[in-house]
């Protein structure tokens, strides 16, 4: 691993070496580019609070860990009256990880603001659905009839689930999905829900924002 950018903290990581960044190495929310999908090196990174974006055009991975970090409590999220009535009167049916792949490609086609295409190329889709099928990514998956119509998919880390992505093809199925995966993180004591960075929907179904120190101590507790 080398120290490519000393103002930013950013380093390259190697190829044949699944090592990160610790805490006192990180500056910015950028820490490292390089090295590649292998599962250990992915499992690493998420045990050590990173986890990769996207691949840049010369096809550099750039791994993350955001200053600020948002997250949420499975007993905190918010069931508005309109979701309410979603969870019980839509018809929606829930499962999880009856077809994790598709999630993953459903995520990669939906628009989002302030998104110029998608981060989630096919090297990220074959990436995560490898760690599913090593039980390490997950997916809940909601369906109107036999039809896929949104869900969401992450990464398991002890009582951690690192969200990844969610999608949405008709309105509120992201959302029961994510209601869902609450439910059952208090089912299997998943004490936390990662959503790595802040946005206004997260906000709104009660997840709020740490300080990476904060969140290296869940992980130092997990």
Known sequence: MKLIDK????YLL????????????????????GGDFHPQRLLNA?????????????GYIHWFSP??????YPEN????KSLRKSITNKGFIVK????????????????????????ISEEFIKAYTNLHELDIAFSIECYLKDELVGGLYGVLIGD??????????VPDASKVAFYHLCQQAKQNGIKIIDCQVYNDHLASLGAFEITRNEYFNLLKDN
């Open 14 to 33: 190697d190829e044949d070496k699944f090592d990160f960044p610790t805490l006192n190495m990180m500056n910015d929310d950028l820490v490292a580019i």
């Open 46 to 58: 998420y045990e050590n609070g990173i986890f990769p974006w996207f691949i840049d055009d010369l």
């Open 96 to 119: 999880s990880n009856e077809n994790f792949e598709e999630v993953i490609r459903s995520c990669a086609k939906i628009k989002r603001k302030h998104e110029d295409g998608t981060w």
């Open 160 to 169: 951690i689930f690192c969200g990844e992505s969610m999608f949405s093809f």
């Open 7 to 10: 103002k930013h903290k950013i």
């Open 77 to 80: 999220f918010k069931v508005s």
């Open 67 to 72: 200053q600020k970090r948002m997250v949420l």
